[in-house]
């Protein structure tokens, strides 16, 4: 699950704008496709909407017809959603926005997906939904170089060999893998001409504090100097065994370093999803 509405748009015909005409006026889709028009990628002539809104039927009939790969993108849809509110509103008042509201929420619930539902009708990204986001764009932007692409595979791979096998061998797999695939996507950026993580962290001019560079270079640091991860390390500085709670700390933490050492991330696609 992407985690976005234009993925599940299908299904916003039963959940939700069905539900509603249950309760709402005769004009009802005449309003939602006026609003819904304006998010479409090829949008009806002014002749074609006035034609389509003053007839309830052909309304329901236009509305119900509209395809994902019909909407311009995330952003346009969620501003839909958004501002259908208001116009539900202004249409019949509170009890049908609120049922409105209600059935939004609960579509949101049912389909995990990236956003928080806030009064009156504001759809906010989650903590995970922007995680998720970052994943997603990063897969896409390993996607676009053989290379990159075959070490975003290794460490994908050793992220599913964890689900038959946590032992601390296959974690520190992962960790490496990681690692390589972070220097690799630090390496194509302009200006860069090192060939280690920690090293290309100081040629990028990217971090708003140098202690952030640092804590980067730590992570690096750690990963070179633990025994069997990226080096034979040093046994002494082990203060332990590496376990499952490592994997999911590094794991998290080299990923939200990411936007720092690639410029072909666009953080507020990340944040707020595509455009």
């Not at 015909?13 to 609003?35: A, N, T």
């Not at 017809?65 to 116009?87: M, N, P």
Request: proline share 5%; hydrophobic share 40%; glycine share 6%.
């Amino acid at each position: 699950m992407r985690g976005e509405f234009i993925a599940v748009w299908p299904e916003t015909w039963r959940e939700i704008w069905e539900l509603l005409s249950m309760i709402g006026p005769d004009d009802l889709y005449c309003e939602l496709y006026r609003d819904l028009a304006s998010a479409l990628k090829v949008k009806p002539s002014i002749e074609e909407l006035a034609d389509i809104i003053v007839d309830p039927t052909r309304s329901m009939e236009a509305l119900q017809k509209i395809r994902a790969e019909d909407l311009q993108g995330e952003r346009s849809v969620v501003s839909f959603f958004e501002g259908a509110h208001a116009t539900l509103d202004d249409l019949d008042g509170d009890a049908l926005s609120n049922h409105y509201f209600n059935l939004l929420d609960a579509f949101i619930e049912k389909f995990s997906l990236r956003y928080d539902l806030r009064r009156p009708c504001v759809l906010c990204p989650t903590l995970p939904g922007v995680f998720a986001s970052l994943l997603r764009e990063l897969r896409d932007v390993t996607s676009r170089d053989a290379h990159l692409a075959s070490l975003m595979g290794d460490f994908e791979n050793a992220i599913r060999d964890l689900r038959t096998d946590c032992s601390d061998g296959r974690i520190k797999t992962c960790i490496q893998k990681q690692v390589n695939l972070l220097e690799a996507i630090g390496r194509t950026c302009p200006g860069v001409t090192r060939k280690t993580l920690g090293a290309i962290c100081d040629q990028r001019t990217t971090w708003p504090h140098l202690e952030v560079k640092e804590a980067m270079k730590s992570l690096y640091g750690f990963t070179s100097d633990y025994p069997g991860i990226r080096h034979g390390g040093t046994a002494a500085n082990a203060i332990r065994a590496i376990d499952m709670r490592d994997m999911v700390a590094m794991s998290i933490l080299l990923a939200g370093f990411t936007p720092y050492l690639t410029d072909q991330l666009d953080p507020d696609v990340v944040f707020r999803g595509p455009r």
